[in-house]
């Protein structure tokens, strides 16, 4: 099948054509993927009528798929696969939630700028979120790239930040957003996992500035100052010449990578129904094929 990348920013994101994702990849589908992700970072498919299995099929063509905080919350869920993240304000009983539900906290964590899983150790490499509907207004996605924004850098900066390392922690967010609830045994669920600040794209070659929300903490730095300092580089990372706002219809499957972007859910009029289903795969180094 003949595929076609349209690019729709200066810096990265581009809407691919030419092929059907309800179907099987071949090996050959798969290394063009790969391939369009190691250059653009994030891929935009229109009119991908993808049932929960057909999207858990593609998915699985790039690596093990990550449940992420399914490990910690063990609430109930309205999708029955496991392996489905349920990106949504719909309650297990398949009604919008309640405005101060745990449903509707996760959302909230989710307008914040992240990368998906970047708490665990292996991260997430790519995510795959599909459009099943949307409200009347807002619920927009936005991305940044994180090359960009290392190569952007200044001098001064790029070699302060050459090699310190950062702490990620799961439930950084929640914390953040006021739900403290959590157990011990919860938090020693997914303990923190640590990357450079400054890490190495591994399909593309190129060096990324590896910041987000869940970074909570420098290692040997004091928490003040490493939290100011995150906050600076993330506000550089995401500034708005780096940002493409993607705006959501019924079908589209929209796939990024984690390792070198950043993206982040806009409100929406949360009485209404708002769904997404997500899949993602772990960055394991047989999973993906590294084309550079």
Same mark, same amino acid.
């Given at each position: 099948m003949s595929f076609h990348f349209k690019p729709l920013h200066p810096i990265f994101f581009a809407e691919a054509s030419g092929l059907d994702l309800t179907q099987p990849l071949s090996s050959e589908d798969v290394q063009a993927i790969n391939s369009a992700m190691n250059e653009y970072g994030v891929l935009l498919w $229109? *009119? +991908?009528?993808l049932t929960a299995q057909q999207q858990i099929n593609f998915a699985k063509s790039f690596g093990p798929l990550d449940i992420g905080l399914k490990r910690v919350f063990k609430r109930p =869920?309205?999708?029955?696969? =496991? $392996?489905?993240?349920?990106?949504?304000n719909i309650d297990a009983q398949g009604h919008v939630a309640k405005r101060d539900s745990p449903k509707n906290l996760s959302n909230f964590a989710n307008q914040l700028w992240h990368s998906d899983s970047s708490f665990m150790n292996p991260r997430a490499a790519?995510?795959?979120? &599909?459009?099943?509907?949307?409200p009347s207004w807002g619920g927009t996605t936005e991305f940044a790239d994180l090359r960009h924004a290392y190569d952007t850098l200044d001098d001064r900066t790029r070699?302060?930040? +050459?090699?310190?390392?950062a702490e990620h922690f799961a439930l950084h967010t929640r914390l953040m957003l006021g739900d403290d609830a959590y157990t011990d045994d919860q938090k020693k669920e997914i303990p923190p996992a640590i990357w450079p600040l400054v890490d190495t794209h591994p399909?593309?070659?190129?060096?990324?500035?590896?910041? *987000?929300?869940?970074?909570r903490q420098i290692l040997g730095w004091p928490t003040a100052e490493s939290r100011m300092y995150l906050q600076d580089?993330? =506000? &550089?990372?995401? +500034?708005?010449? @780096?940002?493409?706002?993607?705006?959501? +219809?019924? *079908?589209?499957?929209v796939m990024w990578d984690n390792r070198a972007t950043l993206h982040r859910g806009?409100?929406?009029?949360?009485?209404? $129904? $708002?769904?997404? @289903?997500?899949t993602t795969v772990n960055d394991t180094p047989d999973a993906l094929l590294r084309t550079f």
């Amino acid at each position: 099948m003949s595929f076609h990348f349209k690019p729709l920013h200066p810096i990265f994101f581009a809407e691919a054509s030419g092929l059907d994702l309800t179907q099987p990849l071949s090996s050959e589908d798969v290394q063009a993927i790969n391939s369009a992700m190691n250059e653009y970072g994030v891929l935009l498919w $229109r *009119g +991908q009528p993808l049932t929960a299995q057909q999207q858990i099929n593609f998915a699985k063509s790039f690596g093990p798929l990550d449940i992420g905080l399914k490990r910690v919350f063990k609430r109930p =869920e309205r999708l029955e696969d =496991e $392996r489905l993240i349920d990106i949504s304000n719909i309650d297990a009983q398949g009604h919008v939630a309640k405005r101060d539900s745990p449903k509707n906290l996760s959302n909230f964590a989710n307008q914040l700028w992240h990368s998906d899983s970047s708490f665990m150790n292996p991260r997430a490499a790519y995510s795959m979120l &599909h459009c099943v509907t949307t409200p009347s207004w807002g619920g927009t996605t936005e991305f940044a790239d994180l090359r960009h924004a290392y190569d952007t850098l200044d001098d001064r900066t790029r070699a302060e930040i +050459q090699d310190l390392k950062a702490e990620h922690f799961a439930l950084h967010t929640r914390l953040m957003l006021g739900d403290d609830a959590y157990t011990d045994d919860q938090k020693k669920e997914i303990p923190p996992a640590i990357w450079p600040l400054v890490d190495t794209h591994p399909g593309s070659g190129r060096k990324v500035l590896f910041v *987000g929300v869940h970074a909570r903490q420098i290692l040997g730095w004091p928490t003040a100052e490493s939290r100011m300092y995150l906050q600076d580089l993330l =506000e &550089h990372a995401t +500034q708005r010449e @780096r940002v493409y706002r993607h705006e959501w +219809q019924v *079908g589209d499957m929209v796939m990024w990578d984690n390792r070198a972007t950043l993206h982040r859910g806009r409100r929406y009029d949360i009485s209404e $129904r $708002r769904e997404l @289903r997500r899949t993602t795969v772990n960055d394991t180094p047989d999973a993906l094929l590294r084309t550079f």
